[in-house]
């Protein structure tokens, strides 16, 4: 499964990123490459070096995408893989009469598409048939009668030179059964999603493959998932961000001297992109946090904390986000002191050991636009040990610690 060809397609690049976040694969293997073209996805472009989709024939070393198509075409050769599908977000609706500018054989959206009607391979190669049942499937879980799906054969071979140089044709040319699976770019994007995710089911379906979904499969689950599952947590976890009502900016953000952020991120879309003393979290083509750093030596070698929270004693491990119904309090730990961002009490620096109420935390000093989650960083000296969070949104309970560190590759901060 490939999404983020083209960086101006979120419905294709999310579906597939959820496939990898949100699904567990119980009986055969899914290849997925959400983020094809990242830097055109950070840039909100179809591709700033040329179209990706149209490299796939011959194409300069001196290309910027070089590496990435020759990537691609590694996988796509494999002989693991025996079905190639391309997601992508296209215009209007595909039709095969013309209705209007939208509703025409020139538009793109909704539709299944193929090179071929057929390919003489051991398995698969029936693509039309396949298409039509993809499409069938799709016609009945459909959001509005008006979305409906149907079969687009571009008959590439019959000299369409444009389609010649695509990533389907390029693994039609080697062996493997490919489809083109698009959503209108007319609609939403989580509909867009929720007919790719019903698409690629199907999909897999036919080849037998079984998997586990964690939500109901519908637009405003699908939407839910997008905005609200989505996390990045910094030096091992030391620090955990929840990022679906993050403000804007978040000043004085404890970052290493050496102006290194690892991160990990909680969706293969997400990276973090330094510009001077700032750091800007993207999820897919959206910006969603700006940090400005507050740049300091690091000691995070304290594992846990231990926490009055309601009038219970917890341990609580450091980059947690502990949820409190009216008040909290951190006990003094030896050598340390605490900060509670936001909160000022005349003449103690070290804010262990007070009880902490939500009236008694500055509004604005909050990680989140609802004011409900604040910041309690722990120091060893002047030496940054590591952040809580503290919750009191009493609608929406989280977990005390949403690890991430322990499963998923770090990464560090790049340029553009």
């Not at 959503?183 to 790719?196: C, F, Q």
Request: proline share 3%.
């Amino acid at each position: 499964m490939v999404g983020g060809i083209q960086g101006d397609e979120p419905g294709a690049f999310m579906a597939a990123s959820l496939i990898t976040t949100h699904y567990k694969i119980t009986k055969g293997s899914v290849w997925i490459v959400p983020n094809l073209n990242f830097y055109s996805i950070i840039k909100r472009s179809r591709g700033p070096f040329g179209d990706m989709n149209r490299k796939f024939a011959a194409l300069s070393p001196e290309d910027p995408d070089y590496n990435a198509i020759q990537r691609i075409k590694s996988y796509i050769k494999s002989p693991e893989v025996k079905v190639v599908l391309n997601l992508h977000d296209g215009s209007g609706f595909y039709r095969k009469e013309f209705i209007d500018w939208s509703h025409s054989p020139n538009r793109w959206g909704q539709s299944s598409i193929i090179d071929q009607s057929a390919l003489n391979i051991e398995a698969y190669g029936n693509l039309e048939e396949i298409s039509s049942k993809v499409c069938t499937h799709l016609n009945k879980n459909l959001i509005n009668e008006k979305h409906s799906y149907m079969v687009k054969n571009t008959h590439t071979r019959l000299g369409d030179k444009e389609m010649e140089k695509t990533l389907t044709y390029f693994a039609i040319n080697n062996g493997k059964a490919a489809f083109g699976n698009e959503a209108s770019k007319n609609l939403p994007l989580n509909e867009r999603t929720y007919y790719h995710l019903v698409a690629l089911e199907k999909y897999m379906e036919i080849m037998g493959i079984e998997f586990e979904r964690k939500f109901d499969l519908d637009a405003l689950s699908v939407r839910h998932v997008i905005d609200h599952d989505i996390y990045i947590s910094f030096y091992d976890d030391k620090i955990q961000l929840p990022l679906s009502q993050i403000r804007d900016v978040l000043k004085y953000f404890p970052i290493k001297k050496d102006g290194n952020l690892e991160f990990t991120p909680s969706n293969p879309l997400m990276t973090v992109i330094k510009e001077n003393d700032t750091y800007m979290i993207h999820y897919g083509n959206r910006k969603l946090a700006t940090l400005k750093a507050d740049y300091l030596d690091m000691d995070v070698q304290q594992k846990f904390i231990t926490m009055n929270v309601d009038g219970k004693q917890k341990n609580v491990s450091i980059g947690s986000v502990v949820d409190v119904e009216e008040n909290f309090e951190i006990e003094p730990i030896k050598d340390f002191r605490v900060n509670i961002i936001g909160f000022v009490q005349k003449g103690k620096r070290d804010e262990s050991g007070v009880q902490v109420s939500r009236d008694k935390i500055l509004k604005r000093y909050s990680i989140d636009r609802n004011g409900k989650i604040f910041r309690v960083e722990i120091y060893k000296d002047n030496k940054f040990a590591g952040m809580v969070l503290v919750n009191f949104d009493k609608n929406r309970k989280m977990s005390e610690n949403i690890s991430m560190a322990s499963s998923k590759e770090k990464s560090t901060t790049a340029k553009l």
